[in-house]
């Protein structure tokens, strides 16, 4: 039977299972939740009738148009960003071309490129974590398909200047590559590009409900861009893309008056917390953008992680040669942050 030489021969590894009654500190979501009381008021519109038609994404399209100020013409709604991407690779992925990113970066990138037949052209940090961005434009050449900023990229959370973002796009315009604008931890990070997407034909911006608006579970994210790139991707969109629990989510938690400001507060408020605690430890950390803080360990990545999860707390580790002395873990409110740091002090001292 055949098989899509590119799509056997990868070597995937499933998310987490088990992690209910964790401190799930690993994966970058909120450690605590929406508040309940909103999230039983949105549950109360859900009733059978409700699960018996098929989604309708205009209503929460309408709506994010309102909060975005762009038109409904520019957006498209996915089932969550991973889906957003593969999208773009399929569409946008010359086969046989290449895609560049940093490295390290989101793993769904180089994964992407395997799927769709693309190869790889991931531009490595310096060891100390700066980006040297000619050789990002270097690398954007005649052979390149698309290229991804993320703003601010995982782990470390490094970031652009408009300037830097300017350069690129203009590098890949001039080979006919698309630029994909990772946004996923926009909220954590007072800036934006998304207005890019009316200054340049070959910009698209991705977002997901799944970090601020701790809404992992049900899968939103969602797309913005030119009319005729967002186009394409409602062409190859299935047509019932994204469940209408998801939407109606989004609906109400963009409506939710002061609820973005309230859980950015308590984001901060908590990392701030962490960083000062970090520094009077004398560690060194990263943990200016996004919600992860990016630390350096006594004892070794591996040893510190298997230790927390005794205390029932999950972090993240890396194999990679530049993050293999570093875990990550998400950041939340002062209260998780405190419960993480007693128990990483007792096993990393």
């Given at each position: 039977m055949y098989v899509k030489e590119c799509i056997r021969d990868i070597e995937r590894i499933g998310g987490r299972?088990?992690?209910?009654?964790?401190?799930?500190?690993?994966?970058?979501?909120?450690?605590?939740?929406?508040?309940?009381?909103?999230?039983?008021?949105?549950?109360?519109?859900l009733t059978p009738e409700f699960f018996a038609v098929y989604p309708e994404p205009e209503r929460f399209l309408l709506?994010?148009?309102?909060?975005?100020?762009?038109?409904?013409?520019?957006?498209?709604?996915?089932?969550?960003?991973?889906?957003?991407?593969?999208?773009?690779?399929?569409?946008?992925?010359?086969?046989?071309?290449?895609?560049?990113?940093?490295?390290?970066?989101?793993?769904?990138?180089?994964?992407?490129?395997?799927?769709?037949?693309?190869?790889?052209?991931?531009v490595s940090y310096n060891p100390d974590f700066s980006l040297d961005l000619d050789r990002v434009l270097d690398a954007i050449t005649d052979e390149v398909s698309i290229v991804s900023v993320l703003n601010p990229n995982n782990p470390i959370g490094t970031v652009y200047t408009e300037e830097e973002f300017d350069r690129i796009v203009k590098k890949a315009a001039a080979v006919g590559a698309l630029v994909i604008v990772d946004e996923a931890y926009h909220y954590f990070y007072e800036k934006t590009f998304l207005k890019k997407i009316f200054l340049y034909d070959n910009v698209v911006?991705?977002?997901?409900?799944?970090?601020?608006?701790?809404?992992?579970?049900?899968?939103?994210?969602?797309?913005?861009?030119?009319?005729?790139?967002?186009?394409?991707?409602?062409?190859?969109?299935?047509?019932?893309?994204?469940?209408?629990?998801?939407?109606?989510?989004?609906?109400?938690?963009?409506?939710?008056?002061?609820?973005?400001?309230?859980?950015?507060?308590?984001?901060?408020?908590?990392?701030?917390?962490?960083?000062?605690?970090?520094?009077?430890?004398?560690?060194?950390?990263?943990?200016?953008?996004?919600?992860?803080?990016?630390?350096r360990t006594k004892h070794p990545p591996a040893w510190v992680r298997e230790r927390l999860e005794e205390k029932k707390i999950l972090i993240k580790t890396y194999c990679q040669e530049l993050l293999k002395d570093y875990i990550r873990i998400s950041t939340g409110s002062v209260r998780v942050m405190e419960r993480f740091a007693k128990a990483f002090y007792e096993v990393d001292r």
């Open positions: 299972q088990g992690r209910q009654g964790f401190l799930r500190l690993d994966m970058n979501e909120n450690p605590e939740s929406l508040p309940a009381e909103l999230v039983e008021r949105i549950k109360r519109e709506v994010l148009s309102d909060y975005l100020g762009v038109g409904v013409e520019n957006l498209c709604v996915t089932n969550g960003s991973d889906m957003a991407l593969r999208y773009l690779f399929e569409i946008f992925g010359r086969p046989g071309s290449a895609a560049v990113t940093v490295s390290p970066t989101f793993e769904m990138y180089r994964i992407n490129c395997l799927i769709f037949g693309l190869r790889h052209k991931p911006l991705v977002r997901t409900f799944s970090k601020l608006f701790s809404s992992a579970a049900v899968r939103l994210g969602f797309l913005v861009g030119n009319k005729r790139l967002i186009h394409y991707v409602w062409n190859v969109r299935p047509t019932f893309d994204t469940n209408a629990v998801a939407l109606k989510f989004g609906e109400r938690l963009l409506q939710e008056p002061g609820l973005i400001g309230q859980l950015t507060a308590i984001e901060r408020e908590g990392r701030e917390y962490l960083k000062k605690s970090l520094a009077e430890h004398g560690y060194v950390f990263y943990a200016e953008h996004g919600n992860y803080a990016f630390i």
